[in-house]
């Protein structure tokens, strides 16, 4: 079986993204046996092999590609073929739901990231300390040690889970503060002039990855917020 071939089968069948130095650890003696004279340049012609896979499935000819997500290799689905994964990814498995003060409280650290409770709930005008123990529980966050000052609050930053569920590759790909207020204004709009009240609904017409609305019977009449598994960028792990 030829590198290239071996490569494609692993990124294939990995569930969540392979690093490359898991790749060097599964094919390193075989890669070695080809004639590699070391580990840095086993892990140079794999990260070529890596390379050349990528281009392939870059064709417009596949319905599939290779990503590059939170460290990590990944086969996704194109963007293009957004609608249609979809609505197929809706009946695997329910998604993660989210109410508005828990995006709103997602939104703050992605951003303003590392940042303590007291500074989150400043921007954000309310206490958000309940929020946090949602996020932390659904893996979205993390601690990211403690900020030198009086009391030694503790920091936290968005989790590996995070750019998994938006499907980054990190955080440098979020879309600008006024990009986000545009789609979030154009998702609520949508959902306006188009959701029936306490049902799922189909994609609205926003851009923003892995993000639906969807109404809500609480009190505070709050829209939930839908965070898929999939995204605009890159839906589902083909693989069976």
């Given at each position: 079986?030829?590198?290239?071939?071996?490569?494609?089968?692993?990124?294939?069948?990995?569930?969540?993204?392979?690093?490359?130095?898991?790749?060097?650890?599964?094919?390193?003696?075989?890669?070695?046996?080809?004639?590699?004279?070391?580990e840095?340049?086993?892990?140079?012609?794999?990260?070529?092999?890596?390379?050349?896979?990528?281009?392939?499935?870059?064709?417009?000819d596949?319905?599939?590609?290779?990503?590059?997500?939170?460290?990590?290799?990944?086969?996704?689905?194109?963007?293009?073929?957004?609608?249609?994964?979809?609505?197929?990814?809706?009946?695997?498995?329910?998604?993660?739901?989210?109410?508005?003060?828990?995006?709103?409280?997602?939104?703050?650290?992605?951003?303003?990231?590392?940042?303590?409770?007291?500074?989150?709930?400043?921007?954000?005008?309310?206490?958000?300390?309940?929020?946090?123990?949602?996020?932390?529980?659904?893996?979205?966050?993390?601690?990211?040690?403690?900020?030198?000052?009086?009391?030694?609050?503790?920091?936290?930053?968005?989790?590996?889970?995070?750019?998994?569920?938006?499907?980054?590759?990190?955080?440098?790909?979020?879309?600008?503060?006024?990009e986000?207020?545009?789609?979030?204004?154009?998702?609520?709009?949508?959902?306006?002039?188009?959701?029936?009240?306490?049902?799922?609904?189909?994609?609205?017409?926003?851009?923003?990855?892995?993000?639906?609305?969807?109404?809500?019977?609480?009190?505070?009449?709050?829209?939930?917020?839908?965070?898929?598994?999939?995204?605009?960028?890159?839906?589902?792990?083909?693989?069976?």
């Amino acid at each position: 079986m030829s590198l290239k071939a071996q490569l494609e089968a692993i990124v294939y069948a990995t569930e969540t993204p392979i690093t490359l130095e898991h790749i060097v650890q599964l094919v390193k003696d075989e890669v070695l046996a080809a004639g590699a004279t070391d580990e840095s340049e086993v892990k140079s012609r794999l990260r070529a092999t890596l390379e050349e896979l990528i281009a392939d499935y870059s064709g417009a000819d596949h319905g599939i590609e290779i990503r590059q997500l939170a460290g990590g290799y990944r086969m996704s689905t194109k963007p293009e073929q957004h609608d249609a994964v979809r609505t197929f990814a809706k009946s695997l498995k329910p998604p993660i739901r989210l109410s508005l003060p828990a995006l709103e409280t997602l939104a703050v650290i992605a951003y303003k990231q590392p940042v303590t409770v007291p500074e989150i709930s400043e921007i954000r005008g309310v206490d958000s300390s309940g929020v946090i123990a949602t996020l932390l529980d659904r893996k979205l966050i993390t601690t990211a040690g403690r900020k030198a000052v009086i009391g030694r609050p503790i920091l936290y930053k968005t989790s590996r889970e995070f750019l998994l569920r938006f499907g980054l590759k990190d955080v440098g790909e979020l879309p600008s503060m006024e990009e986000f207020e545009k789609l979030m204004a154009e998702s609520f709009q949508s959902d306006l002039l188009t959701e029936p009240p306490a049902q799922d609904v189909a994609p609205n017409a926003s851009d923003a990855p892995g993000i639906e609305e969807t109404a809500t019977e609480d009190d505070d009449a709050t829209a939930q917020i839908v965070v898929t598994e999939e995204s605009a960028a890159g839906k589902t792990n083909p693989a069976a």
